[in-house]
């Protein structure tokens, strides 16, 4: 029986000051850090021996891997990064204050923006350029919703974590709040209406065990 320990990395700097973030790549916190280093000592706890690793692009998400992987005595394991697990892309939303957001636009509008699977926040006029995607040929979206999110992060675990599961070989994924609640969707069977009301919250491992066909045998949050 495989397990998947799936974990949004600690707190970032954008966490902390209540800033959407989205694809920005911001720092963790001293108190980020502290939260990924809690979390492999507590994965350390279930003797879970890892065969692969899968995180994003972002560096609060790398660097929590790396921390959580060094707890476990495991940072020989590949480490596989993908766009696909990048945030959500909050568009025109990407560096406001989410309270001041709020006195603008209201509480409910805000809400639709944050949390419903299928409606898109206020777009960039323009899409960014990064060299990190533009090598990759991907370009950087204007704007997501979670149901955007979901279609271009299920392709990567339909190909490459599902049939290593299905192997009967561990996996972590360290990503994001949005990506992790769009999994969590697909995962546990979750619907458009319901999905507004998951969260996943900094530092704190969810663990999957499946029987040999994927389906969940037991999930658990730990901490």
């Known amino acids: 029986m495989a397990k998947l320990v799936v974990i949004r990395h600690g707190q970032s700097e954008a966490n902390r000051d209540n ?26 706890q279930l003797k879970i021996n890892f065969a692969d690793v899968h995180t994003s692009y972002l560096k609060r998400a790398i660097i929590t891997a790396d921390i959580i992987m060094d707890e476990l005595d495991q940072s020989y394991v590949p480490i596989h990064k ?12 990407r560096g406001r204050n989410k309270a001041d957001v709020e006195r603008e636009v209201g509480g409910k509008q805000l809400k639709v923006w944050r949390r419903s ?5 206020p777009m960039l006029p323009k899409a960014d350029t990064e060299e990190r995607y533009q090598r990759i040929g ?3 979206p204007r704007a997501e919703s979670l149901e955007m999110t979901w279609q271009r992060m299920i392709p990567y675990w ?30 546990d069977n979750i619907s458009d209406e319901h999905i507004t009301e998951v ?4 530092g704190k491992p969810i663990v999957y065990e499946f029987d040999n ?11």
């Open 19 to 44: 800033v959407f973030t989205g694809w920005s790549d911001v720092p963790l916190t001293d108190l980020g850090y502290l939260q990924a280093h809690k979390a492999g000592t507590k994965i350390a």
């Open 82 to 93: 993908t766009w696909r697990l990048n945030e959500r892309h909050y568009g025109a939303l």
């Open 117 to 121: 699977y299928s409606v898109v926040p």
């Open 138 to 140: 991907i370009q950087i």
């Open 158 to 187: 339909v190909d490459h974590i599902a049939p290593k599961l299905l192997a009967g070989k561990n996996q972590l994924i360290v990503a994001h709040g949005s990506t992790l609640r769009a999994l969590i969707k697909y995962l």
């Open 199 to 202: 969260e996943v919250p900094n």
């Open 213 to 223: 066909k994927l389906k969940i045998i037991n999930k658990k949050t730990i901490g």
